[in-house]
């Protein structure tokens, strides 16, 4: 079982250790932050709205993500400016062709959102190859939008709505690379244990899958319904358990986001 190692550039230990859910914590963040009150307020009391409108995770957060990209699509992925918005897709799509990427492999992208990576990864990629799913539709219309922008028609890419992640309609042993930005940072855990327990099936031999997560070295916790803070020890050893061997991304680490990364593959034998 991996450890990881703190961030060293920021103070990111000892934001590690808090627990946003506390109430000692929310006291004190609105005491040092007034002006962001009024808005923390407003998602609390969409929050209480939508867990009784909606049963079950998946169907809560399809109502946040439209409520989210009805304001504007950039920020319903968690980009507050356009220029951010590139900048992310950017380093994610940067990264992974550091690690190997290449126009050949089948990319499977979990929370593909509105393309702000995918349009990097379906331009570069062979035509077909890319293959986004999102529990939104109202944020793949978006993503339909972006492939207009950006003039990649003709690499057909495939964009499907999905209620799971159980990806009972995908092929056997397919995809090369499967690819998760900022999908577990908003799941439950029974969410990921369910991600984990089929991704294995559609990843094609010596593929792997990507994803990050908003990292805490105390107790795991929630803000919401809407942001989950984990240890690294539980995600893998949750992977480990469905077999797959975890690896911690250090490299990762040393780029300008404050989420975390892991990567998962199927042991050679």
């Known amino acids: ?32 932050n007034p002006d962001k009150v009024r808005a923390y307020l407003s ?23 439209r409520s989210d990209a009805a304001r504007s699509p950039e920020a319903a992925v968690g ?11 950017q380093m994610q799509f940067d990264y992974l062709r550091k690690h190997g990427l290449k126009p050949d492999d089948r990319l499977l992208e ?36 972006t492939l207009v922008q950006q ?19 995908l092929p056997d042993a397919h995809f090369t690379v499967v690819h998760a930005h900022s999908v577990f940072s908003h799941s439950p855990i029974e969410v990921i244990d369910e991600c984990l327990a089929h991704v294995g099936r559609v990843l094609a031999p010596g593929g792997f899958f990507d994803f990050t997560f908003d990292r805490t070295e105390g107790t795991e ?10 240890r690294t020890e539980t995600l893998t050893a949750l992977a480990e358990r469905h077999g797959f061997a975890a690896r911690f991304m250090d490299d990762w680490e040393e780029l300008p986001h404050g989420q975390s990364k892991l990567r998962v593959t199927r042991p050679q034998s």
């Open 79 to 89: 980009s507050p400016t356009r220029e951010r918005w590139l900048q992310l897709g």
């Open 110 to 145: 979990i929370g593909c959102g509105n393309l702000r990576a995918g349009w990097r990864f379906i331009d570069y990629l062979d035509g077909g190859n890319y293959y986004g799913i999102d529990i939104s539709p109202d944020i793949l219309l978006a993503a339909q939008h």
């Open 1 to 32: 079982m991996t450890k990881s190692p703190p961030r060293g550039k920021t103070n990111l230990k000892h934001n590690l250790k808090r627990n946003r859910a506390s109430l000692a914590y929310r006291l004190r963040y609105a005491a040092q």
């Open 221 to 230: 916790h929630h803000v919401l319904r809407e942001d989950f803070y984990y």
């Open 151 to 169: 003039e990649l028609q003709d690499k057909m890419p495939h964009l499907t709505l999905v209620d799971d992640l159980k990806l009972r309609f």
């Open 43 to 65: 998602r609390l009391a969409r929050d209480v709205k939508l867990r009784a409108a909606n049963r079950g995770h998946v169907a809560y957060y399809r109502a946040v993500m």
